[in-house]
């Protein structure tokens, strides 16, 4: 695979950078899913429904859709070291007007900057993996850079729930803000400085978007990742409906998928590496696999804890083959790929809750695990039938 980074300089291999990359996606997806387990209270502390308060989510996904799609179309020349340092530092800025904020509407406005800084620390990625590693250890720089998204999808709604009850939900914002002034310490220790000068703006990214095999590559990662958030998003109802199982089983079963999903990531990189066509179908396959799994035999404990690791297991490897996949298509436009990537996964986000949301009131609460599951694995097909470049 040829790799075109975007620095004048040779690339020189730092895992210590790539490190700070990943503790900086830690920090943002941290910061994205601590409402999650904080809505009560902040709902009553701000005076607003449940309902209204968890727009706090839906604000950071819509600008981070936006910010990955623009970010290299709004900073075509900027050193990428620089615009990284201040992604987490309006990571940082957002979680400490969230925890002053008086309002639902200062609330709300702080989460759109931590949507900018997430979608546009994501797309950017690949790219600067590009420059810190060589090209055939890419994938592994993607792995562990995605780790930072497992660790906080696992720890993040546990951890605000806990320490919610301990401190206060504005505590909790001020400790997000600290984890992400570490990463910025840490990356300023350690990012090199890397210039573009390779095409960018919005010639670069028209070049992306008319390309059929990128269109479709997009198609069939929207139908993996809406798929398993349609299924994703409304597991308990599922889970419950089938197997009657209890609160405390329903965390045991969130933990499975959990630990499923980081040994998925950490897999995900090595053969991204070396036989990356296996991967883009096998990680997408057995997501679905997983998926429809539950919805055969959720009626069984035994079952459906079995099921939740397939699952888990393949959604932990999607992100790191997928963005391999982009780098492998796309080699000269890293951040185009990346920002339209990320773009389409949380737009996926949204369809998937929606489409879920459908099929559990009009349906059935099981529903969302079998057109999920098909709709992963029709995607895992698509994906690997594309002609990529080598």
């Not at 009850?165 to 350690?190: E, H, K, N, P, S």
């Not at 809406?226 to 609160?247: K, L, V």
């Not at 990680?283 to 539950?294: D, I, N």
């Amino acid at each position: 695979m040829t790799i075109t980074t975007t620095s004048t300089k040779a690339p020189t291999t730092s895992w210590a950078a790539v490190l700070s990359l990943s503790l900086g996606i830690f920090a943002i997806v941290m910061s994205e899913f601590l409402p999650a387990s904080l809505l009560p209270r902040i709902a009553d502390d701000l005076e607003v429904s449940a309902g209204v308060a968890g727009q706090a989510v839906s604000v950071t996904a819509f600008a981070a859709a936006i910010s990955a799609l623009l970010i290299a179309v709004v900073l075509p020349r900027a050193d990428r070291r620089r615009v990284k340092i201040g992604l987490t530092l309006l990571a940082v800025t957002s979680n400490l007007i969230v925890a002053l904020a008086p309002n639902l509407y200062v609330l709300l406005a702080a989460r759109l900057l931590l949507g900018v800084a997430l979608g546009g620390f994501w797309a950017m990625a690949t790219a600067m993996a590009a420059h810190l590693v060589p090209a055939h250890h890419l994938g592994r720089a993607l792995t562990v850079i995605n780790s930072g998204v497992a660790v906080a999808t696992v720890a993040a709604v546990p951890l605000g729930a806990w320490l919610g009850d301990v401190w206060g939900w504005r505590a909790v914002f001020v400790l997000g803000a600290g984890v992400a002034v570490i990463a910025l310490i840490v990356q300023a220790a350690t990012l090199p400085s890397v210039t573009p000068t390779g095409a960018s703006g919005l010639r670069a990214l028209g070049s992306v978007l008319r390309s059929g095999v990128v269109l479709a590559g997009l198609l069939a990662i929207l139908l993996v990742f809406s798929g398993h958030f349609s299924g994703f998003t409304y597991i308990r109802p599922a889970a419950e409906s089938m197997s009657g199982i209890d609160a405390g089983g329903f965390a045991a079963l969130l933990l499975v998928f959990g630990v499923a999903n980081f040994l998925g990531t950490a897999v995900a990189g090595p053969l991204a590496d070396r036989t990356p066509r296996v991967g883009v179908f096998l990680f997408p396959a057995v997501l679905g696999l997983g998926m429809l799994a539950m919805h055969l035999t959720g009626g069984s404990l035994v079952g459906l804890f079995l099921a939740t690791v397939l699952w888990g297991f393949g959604f932990g490897g999607v992100p790191t083959t997928v963005l391999s996949w982009g780098a492998r298509t796309e080699p000269t436009r890293l951040e185009q790929i990346g920002g339209v990537i990320v773009t389409v996964c949380n737009v996926a986000i949204a369809i998937g809750a929606i489409v879920g949301g459908v099929l559990v009131d009009e349906v059935a609460a099981t529903m969302p695990l079998l057109v999920g599951g098909i709709a992963a694995i029709a995607g895992a097909a698509l994906l690997t039938s594309l002609r990529q470049r080598g």
